[in-house]
């Protein structure tokens, strides 16, 4: 049985992205540059894009991951979203969960990580993450290490 690591990230889905790193910078947070994700959903039969902002606290673990709301999607509330935690087997570990009577929301892939990443949400609604840590670690962990943010930044200013 495949062990996922705890989790590494809070997921919370906000309306404004600079406004809820305002506000919650106030709290003694400090956030990396916010960056546009990139990734193909897979729900309900239909593939759909979705861009959506999103930027990590600078505290952690565990880490608060911002990620501005997508309407019509799984992101479309705002609120508390997920926990984050990564496999080593995204594939694996969704099929143990979904046998386990924790059904799968959605499938997605990272376009930018070129990984897979699922959702899947307890009988109580609890909504879990699963990462590809071989994949979208190495690129995660050089964002959350702050190098980035100033090139980051100047991308965005750009866009």
Do not use: C
């Not at 193909?40 to 759909?48: L, P, R, S």
Request: a negative charge.
């Amino acid at each position: 049985m495949p062990i996922m690591q705890p989790a590494y990230h809070l997921g919370i889905v906000v309306a404004d992205l600079e406004q809820a790193m305002a506000e919650l910078g106030k709290i003694g947070l400090d956030w990396h540059a916010p960056i546009r994700n990139n990734s193909d959903v897979f729900a309900d039969g239909k593939t759909v894009n979705v861009t959506p902002w999103m930027s990590y606290s600078k505290q952690g673990p565990p880490y608060l991951e911002l990620l501005e709301q997508v309407p019509g999607t799984i992101w479309a509330e705002t609120g508390l979203h997920h926990l984050g935690v990564w496999s080593d087997d995204v594939t694996a570990e969704s099929r143990r969960l979904t046998a386990d009577g924790i059904p799968q929301l959605i499938a997605s892939h990272d376009n930018n990580a070129g990984a897979a990443i699922n959702y899947h949400q307890t009988s109580d609604g609890v909504r879990l993450e699963l990462m590809d840590i071989g994949r979208v670690g190495p690129g995660l962990a050089l964002y959350l290490s702050g190098s980035a943010d100033g090139y980051l930044d100047s991308l965005r200013t750009l866009g």
